[in-house]
């Protein structure tokens, strides 16, 4: 099985940054894209940030210019680095992977268990 472990949340007062990271390991037998969401009390689950695995990125008009997606293929891992971070990009930010695991199948969604970003004013 796949599981995917994610890291660096926590709090920050706004204007400041923090780095999230999620690595994959498992039985994987490649990653296509891969992808943050975030869901804050009492809104809908959103995409952040979604990168494929050519390296072309999308955003979400709320982030962009201040947040970069990137991964590292060889370690199966992608990152988010937050700057100017503002009390509205308080959420729990969840990573995604599109994942095969077995020959002959398609892709399949994986989920981080979550890590939370609080951003104090």
């Known amino acids: 099985q796949v599981q995917l472990v994610e890291s660096g949340g926590g709090l920050v007062q706004a204007g400041g940054s923090l780095r999230l990271s999620c690595a994959a390991s498992?039985?994987?037998?490649?990653?296509?894209?891969m992808g943050w969401y975030r869901q804050a009390p009492g809104k809908q689950r959103e995409l952040v940030a979604a990168?494929?695995?050519?390296?072309?990125?999308n955003y979400a008009d709320s982030v962009k210019g201040r947040f970069t997606i990137s991964r590292d293929n060889a370690k199966n891992t992608v990152y988010l680095q937050m700057n100017s971070l503002k009390p509205e990009d308080t959420a729990v930010y969840y990573c995604?992977?599109?994942?095969?695991?077995?020959?002959?199948?398609?892709?399949?969604?994986?989920w981080g268990q979550g890590t939370q970003v609080t951003v104090s004013s």
């Open positions: 990168i494929t695995s050519g390296g072309s990125t």
């Open positions: 498992g039985r994987i037998l490649s990653i296509n894209a």
């Open positions: 995604n992977a599109e994942i095969a695991t077995v020959r002959g199948l398609g892709y399949g969604d994986y």
